[in-house]
Every structure is written in structure tokens, then in C-alpha cells.
């Protein structure tokens, strides 16, 4: 990964110019093999690997030659695996994933912090086909002043041909895990939530102590693994810190290094307030601050601190969190990160219960692929069935067999999904794989405006998902608020009773499920089809689920009512 390749240089080039070139501009490397005509050059690591090939291709001439430098990447290990630099920092996640699903089909789209201004991402696509396209059409494409740059980089996996290697089928690809140490389990790793804050870089040194003595004590005393990035966003004048230990560990690890910044505030004679911030993913943040901020509030009079969020206008590509910031004491300070480090678990163990469920209700899914989840949260495989599913419900078994959704925004929200010369409808249309259209309004002065959505499972998932996300994203809904739409789907009306359940009792477990309103309209008549309405409202994942459970019972109606048809009548009992 951090071997590069330098091509184009002049014959008369020697290993002396080499490494002055890089002791000049002050590049780490290592070793340095020259050939003639070309060379090769070992790196530290991935982001010194980075900082050379920004550095110098294209932009260094060498006894008369312009040099080039990439990644070394024997051609049997180009495969699936891309590199993109010189993404502009305020690019939105949103529009690099509708870019890169152009191309095929994305499994993973991982960040790598560097010290550039400009953001980089390796992307795994589904084959080396779709991979091998994605270069030849992106690399040079230009947004405003930047130009994407392109290159493969090593997949190991490429050379692994495993003896008894499955064929890609429809069960759901595991997520790679993300550096958890031998003998660790993936499930564990993926279920650490850290607790991430900002320092201030003048007291970075302080909290790393002489000799890194006083990091050394707090990570022993409270059982943590304490990550200070100081490296990254070089001259800001916050650094962020990442705690890694359990709830109790990341609130004492936190309350110790508070009570480090203020004693060097004291002998400093630093005046102003240090606050706490803690930065935490905006997809969570919503639940954090509750209906009509209620959540904050009970925090801030609990702990007797005052708490406020940054705006979502400062999220980014390169910066998807946003800024808790607490005003207090420090024991008051530590109440409150232990109260807000607990809302944010909760939210984050209930989008995992519902993203696993996803991929159980839709054999194939693959959410890491789907490009809405740009939280780099990690994604769990399928590990059997959810409890409490009904039969055995396959919706791929039926796969002529296309949905429907009738799903309701902001009339002012339309201009946004259609963008400009319906570009933006046209590429959620490729990406999902669904045939999306905009309803005529009713009236002049309707507020919602109805998406119809017509697709597989899977296409209804990404389509819908990114609909939400651009909501969220363009401030449609308060910051305060999570975006929740109504959904419509069509059921016979033979299977309607079936919905409710006796007394309600079916339709009230799909509420407490789900989370998401269920409603089905006693007095409807049933339309030409012989079909009624049921109208779910919910978050993202609260209506995904309720869907999927509503179109298991609809299912089950209906192969009950087929069997007794294909046995023909039975005979008629005598009294």
C-alpha cells in the first residue's frame, strides 16, 4: 500500500537527485530503488505515501523531465480497490456517492485522514470491471477548481483465490472489520462507541504530559486507549481526542483531562472558559436533542449546564459531526457527557438493530453498498433470523413482482429532489434502480407533494434512503427534528383485517416494533384493484421496517388463500 512507483525520469537521474528531492520538500521515505527511466520508493505510511504523490506528479521537473508518481501496484493486485485524492473539503457525501455510483456498484467508502486540504477516500467497488471504468471516466473530472486524481491501490485479496471460495449469491456480505486486534470478536469491536471531544491546541501538551507521563497515567487509570490526533487539520486551534473504554471509563477518562486543561489554564493564567465538546455524527444528533429539544433540556437542568449544537451548515465531506458544546463546572460537565454519551449509544444500537434487520427482511441488501450511510458506521452481518419474524417471507422470491410507494415530502423540498434540468431525479433514478416520479399537486397550496416509487425491495430501500438524506441534508426539516415522511403502500383489502390484527392487537406490535405510526383507515373503500391504503410515518428506518413487515403479512394472506385453490374444493362434511 505504501510502495510507490516514480516514472519518467531522465536516464541521467541518479540516487543522490532522488533523495535530495525528497530531503528539500522534506518527504519521509525509505528505501529507494532506481531503475532506468524509473524508480521505486518505500513509505512509512499510507498518508506519507499520499503527501509524495501530492507533492510531486506532475508538478516536479528532474533533469529536464516532468515526473509522475503513483501507487506501485503489480497488475495482479488491481482489482476492486481505487484511491480518489483532491476532493474539494466541502464537497457533499451526497453528491461523491451519486458520482461513484455511476460507475457500479460501491461495497465501501472509507475516509482517510490526511493533513492535506483536499479529502482522499479508498473505495472498494463490487468487480474489478466496475472499478477499472470508474478510473477511466473519473480520474481529471473537475469540481469547480479541483480535479479528482484516480489510482488503484493493492487488493490482497485479488491474489487469495481460497479453495472453497462461495459464489456471490444472496446472502449479505459481511462487513470488513475495522482494525480489531487478533482474538478480538467483530461483533464487539463493532458495538465501541468512543467518545470523541475537542481539545485546545495549546493544552495538547499538557494532556500528553512529559515523556507522554501523563496520558500514560489517565489511559491507566481508567482502563481506556486515549488517541490524541494531533496531526490532523495541522494550525487548527482544536485537536480532537478519541477515547476508547467503556461508558464509565469514557466519562472518568474525560473528567481527568478536563481537570488537566484547567490546571494548565490556571498556571498559564489562561482567562477564557474551556468548555466541553464532544463531537458525535449529525445522523444521531437528532435523537440526542428529542422532540422540541426536550432531551437537552432534561440534561441541562440535571447537570445544571448549559448545552448548544453547531449548525448543520458546517458539515462537510471531510467533517460529517457536529459540535456538543457544555458550559459548566467540571463535575457538571462530566454529568452531562455521560447523559449525552448515552443517548447517542441508544441511538446508535438502534440504527444497527435496524440496519441487521433490513438485511434479514432483504436477503442481498447490501447497506454498505447503498451509499446513503455516510457515517462510516459499520455494518453487521446477517446472523439468522430477527426474532419475531413472521414465516418465511423472501420478497426476491417474487422477482417480476414490482412495489409500490406513495411517499409524501415538503412541497418545497421538490425543486431539490428534481434538480436542476431534472439531473438530480435522473441519477437517484440510476443509483436506486427505480422509476421515481413527482406527482401533479393537488392544489395551489398543498405542503406535500407525492414521490411514487416504483421498484424491487432493495431499489424502494436506496431510493427512499436517499430521498430522506437529501431532506435532512438541505435543512428541509429543524435541526432540531428528525426527518420523519409518510409513507403509503397498497394491501388487498382481504389482507387489511389481517394489518390490524383482532382489537388492533397486530397493527399496535407493528407500532412498538417499528417505532414508526401505523395507520390503517377503517372507512376506506377498496379501490379497482379491490386494495385500501395503509399509511406508515416514521423515520428512515422505522418505515423501512413496518414496510417490510406489512408486505410479509400481505404475502402470507395470500398463500394461504392460494393453497386451498390449488387442492381444489374439499369434500363437504355430513352432518
Partial sequence: MNKLYIGN?????TLADIQQLF????????QVLLKSGYAFVDCPDENAAIRVIEALSGKVELHGKVIEVDYSVPKKQRSRKIQIRNIPPHLQWEVLDGLLAQHGTVENVEQVNTESETAVVNVTYETKEHAKTAIEKLNGHQFETYALKISYIPDQEATQVPAHRPRRGPAVRPARDHGSSPGTSASHKLLDVPLRILVPTQFVGAIIGKEGLTIKSVTQQTQSKVDIHRKENAGAAEKPITIHSSA??????????????HKEAQDTKFTEEIPLKILAHDSFVGRLIGKEGRNLKKIEQETGTKITISSLHDLTLYNPERTITVKGSVEACSKAQAEIMKKLREAYENDL??????????????????GIFSSGMPVLPSTGRTRGM?????PFMQALEQEIVHLFIPTQAVGAIIGKKGQQIKQLSRFAGASIKIAPAEGPEVSERMVII??????????QGRIYGKLKEENFFNP???VKLEANIKVPSSAAGRVIGKGGKTVNELQNITSAEVIVPRDQTPDSNDEVIVKIVGHFFASQTAQRKIREIVQQVKQQTQKPQARGPSPQRSK
Fill in 9 to 13: 525520469l531522465s536516464s541521467s537521474v
Fill in 23 to 30: 530531503g528539500e520538500r522534506k518527504l519521509a521515505v525509505g
Fill in 248 to 261: 464509565g471509563g469514557c466519562t472518568a477518562a474525560c473528567q481527568m483531562i478536563l481537570e488537566i486543561m
Fill in 353 to 370: 438493530a435496524a440496519m441487521n434487520q433490513q438485511a434479514n427482511l432483504i436477503p442481498g441488501l447490501n447497506l454498505n453498498a447503498l
Fill in 390 to 394: 413472521v414465516g418465511s417471507y423472501n
Fill in 454 to 463: 416504483t421498484g424491487s425491495p432493495e431499489a424502494q430501500f436506496k431510493a
Fill in 480 to 482: 432540531k427534528e428528525e
